[in-house]
């Protein structure tokens, strides 16, 4: 079992990454690829899942991202390929938030996620789950990384992040961090 990997990224898609380390290349599936640059070395924490017909890696940029998505597929009916969206869409407070909270419809908005997965994911790890720090920062969190995903660079998202209205809602406040980020 692999705990984390440190190299250079040498290619980007859509769903992973390719890390170099001692002349391998490893194909790494994580949340938010566009969150990696090439060329960059990096410590990406893994999950190495295992089947009778393939072998997996799974990573991620934070070890708290990494024991979320282990709580994840642990819940019934819930694999790692549907587990890697919701990390990517949502924030570690978001989601912990909202299944303390049963909130079906903010997890419902992730793909493949219907009533009874949601009912299932808030009866698997209600409690579990620790929300850190303050809740209406997720909202941010979530700004923060959809900005990230669509390519744009850490010091300019931060400062047009602090200017946004954060009495709106997250696609509210995504918008008017692009207009923002466009002037």
């Known amino acids: 079992m692999y705990s984390y990997i440190i190299g250079k990224v040498m290619d980007i898609t859509s769903n992973s990454i390719t890390i170099e380390n001692n002349g391998i290349g490893y194909l790494i599936y994580v949340p938010n690829p566009y969150a990696f640059k090439e060329n960059e070395e990096i410590k990406v924490y893994l999950y190495q899942h295992l089947r009778e017909d393939e072998m997996t ?11 979320l998505f282990l709580k994840l597929i642990d819940v019934k009916g819930l694999g790692p390929k549907m587990a890697l969206p919701i990390i990517a869409m949502g924030s570690i407070n978001g989601i912990a938030d909202a299944i303390q909270r049963e909130n079906i419809l903010y997890l419902k908005k992730f793909p493949k996620i219907g009533d009874k997965l949601a009912k299932q994911m808030i009866l698997d790890l209600k409690g579990k789950l620790i929300v850190t720090g303050d809740i209406s920062g997720s909202q941010t969190d979530e700004v923060y990384e959809a900005l990230i995903a669509l390519g744009y660079k850490d010091k300019d998202i931060k400062n047009v992040i602090s200017r946004v209205n954060k009495e709106n809602n997250v696609e509210d406040q995504i918008k008017e961090a692009l207009r923002l980020m466009i002037k």
């Open 57 to 67: 890696l799974f990573g991620f940029k934070t070890g708290d991202e990494k024991e």
